[in-house]
């Protein structure tokens, strides 16, 4: 503590003394002089010097005896009704900016203080609560970036340095280097995929609504994979019903679709089976994308809408676990409502609501 902060602690109380005594040597005094007042008028009482001193002194001693009554009931009620709620909250305050976002403050007694600084405990323990919250996302999301760059990174690392070999043939040349473009459009494809989410999420990205038919746009997205399931020789079954007019932003459910047919596609065996479905009632518009592929447990399905989240863990299928998160956050901001059911071996069905109007 430093001298100017002592020199305070002990001014502080006699300040408090000071103003009692004042005010009680008012009070006090205004109080004698009215009752000796109407004591000589009434009973015709001469008042002597002597009498009037000793009056007098009687009446300082008293003073001084309650002001010193009123400051330390005054001080007792500072200490335990202001001053240890606002250490508390100031100590909390403190651990918060070391970055230690656990710091509670405990609500006091109603007995003790009033309701007031209850109320701006709880908020405190919300703001710190949120901010735990936030500094732990940060955190996942740092470590989560840093572990899938990680992959990208070292395979065009390994490439270069293979491709610096000499005498490579020109196959081997060819090779690499599709490994090396591949590796660095799948990191593109995650930071466009972080990029897209934290506007979203922050909402700089606003729905731009139109009319148009959304049976038309899922043929359309879904022709985009014809390759694909050729490829794959995967079967397609569609039941998409004709003009289901929606009022929604087409270039975010484009990217709601693009997901889901992916996913599909990417988790489907060859000779397996794509369904798409579309189905309108006067409310919603109700999309189904369902897949005979590998399917999912009921542990992983309650975590697939997380940023970065994996079913496989092993990274054997090409992603970031980005694609559902924004899949989420889009259907979120359409007010419609997405769900997911899977059984492991058997494939998933995906099934999305948005609001025709």
Known sequence: MNPNDRVRRILRPINHYLVFFILVAFVVTCCTMLFVSILTDTLEVTLTEKNIGIAAKLTFGNVVVISLIFTVIDTVRRKLAVERPV??????????????????????????????????IDCFNKMAEELGSVETLRTDFIANVSHEMKTPLAVIQNYGMLLGTPGLSEEKRLEYAGGVTEASRRMADMMTNILKLNRLENQQIYPQVTEYDLGEQLCECLLRYENVWEKAEIEIDTDIAENVIVYA????????????LSNAFKFTESGGRVFVSLTADEQYAIIKVADTGCGMSAEVGAHIFEKFYQGDTSHAVQGNGLGLALVKRVIDIMQGEIGVESIVGKGSVFTVKIRRA
């Not at 909390?92 to 109320?119: C, H, P, Y």
């Not at 932003?249 to 889901?260: H, P």
């Open 249 to 260: 932003d087409a270039e975010l459910l484009d990217l709601v679709w693009n997901n889901l």
């Open 87 to 120: 250490r508390q909250i100031t100590e909390a305050a403190e651990k918060i900016v070391l970055g230690d976002f656990s710091a509670r403050v405990k609500l006091q007694s109603r007995f003790v203080t009033d309701e007031t600084f209850n109320r701006i």
